[in-house]
């Protein structure tokens, strides 16, 4: 009798550790399908993909406000698992160059912006979809909006509202100076003794440079015709590479784009069409001012010719310089 009781006991045993392997089991699958992460462990360092831009940081940066959307992401609490792309890294389809300034206030806990920064709307509404009510109010702030103390107690005709008047007041007095400085003197800070403008942003200077080869088809010979450019690149300043290519305009190497009078040497153009750029830069009035190029890679080869493409050897850099002068 005592062996039947035990084989029933361990019978039973063995059928409740099946139990809780089927449970266990089957609270995975509904996982699965409901896509639900709670408890899932991140790592201390983590990759990010945010709009092609990729960033590395720690996994307490991001889940410093608990309340927001990196918080409740990277802390398992959401109920979407994030996307990964193709590296395994974690993968937010959000603008990659603003991303930086949320990376920055996270760190910091606090808005740290370039001088004439112009993309500050864009910025708030990147905040906003964080959830990160701290940083869009610095936002505001930094706009000169917001609801401040003073905007609250103008409804109520209070100090606020005396503030505002005055601000509108100096904003007037404001506009009217600056309508008479139009039409200021030759001793205008704006223009020289002979009333040529100092300071004319429609005239200065744009360089393109572009790295080629020639193809080569049968027999190792080449088509002279047919070049092959990897990359146009733009340097000069930022407002004028912007005013001439436009949309063409490549700036994701360079991306502190809120400043239009600084230079920049690391735009490129969407397209590898040298004459297409030439076009636009004689539409804009701009014309050719000087070029210079470097002699091909096989005029002279170095390391093993043997692992020398013909390509390779007829490698070579080009640059051109235009400018535009303003009719004062």
């Not at 089957?26 to 990759?47: L, M």
Request: some cysteine; charged content about 25%; glycine content about 10%.
């Amino acid at each position: 009798m005592g062996g039947d009781d035990d084989r029933a006991k361990s019978a039973a045993s063995q059928n409740g550790s099946e139990s809780e392997v089927a449970a266990a089991a089957g609270h995975k699958e509904e996982q699965a399908e409901t896509g639900d992460i709670s408890g899932t462990q991140f790592p201390s360092v983590v990759e990010l993909n945010v709009g092609g831009q990729v960033y590395t940081t720690a996994l307490s940066t991001l889940t410093r406000e608990n309340t927001s959307l990196l918080g409740i992401i990277f802390s398992g609490k959401s109920k979407t698992p994030p996307l990964r792309d193709t590296r395994g890294r974690y993968f937010l389809d959000r603008d990659g160059h603003l991303f930086r300034f949320i990376l920055d206030y996270l760190r910091n806990t606090k808005l740290v912006l370039p001088e004439e920064f112009a993309e500050k709307d864009r910025l708030q509404v990147e905040a906003e979809y964080y959830r990160l009510p701290g940083l869009v109010e610095s936002i505001r702030r930094a706009r000169g909006g917001g609801a401040s103390r003073g905007e609250k107690d103008s409804g109520s005709g209070g100090p606020g509202a005396a503030n505002r008047s005055q601000q509108q007041d100096s904003t007037t007095k404001g506009n009217k100076a600056q309508s008479n400085n139009s039409n200021a003197s030759a001793y205008d800070s704006n223009q020289n003794a002979d009333g040529s403008s100092a300071d004319n942003s429609t005239d200065g200077f744009i360089t393109v440079g572009y790295r080629g080869t020639f193809a080569f088809g049968r027999d190792g010979l080449a088509d002279v015709q047919f070049r092959k450019l990897m990359r146009i690149i733009v340097c000069g300043k930022v407002s004028l590479c912007r005013e001439v290519f436009k949309d063409t305009l490549n700036e994701s190497r360079d991306p502190d784009r809120g400043q239009g009078d600084r230079y920049t040497s690391r735009f490129f153009l969407k397209h590898n069409f040298l004459e297409q750029a030439f076009d636009m830069l004689q539409q804009a009035g701009f014309a050719l001012s000087s070029s210079c190029a470097t002699a091909a890679n096989g005029m002279r080869q170095t390391g093993n010719p043997e692992q020398e493409s013909e390509e390779d050897r007829w490698l070579h850099y080009n640059e051109f310089i235009f400018q535009r002068a303003g009719s004062g």
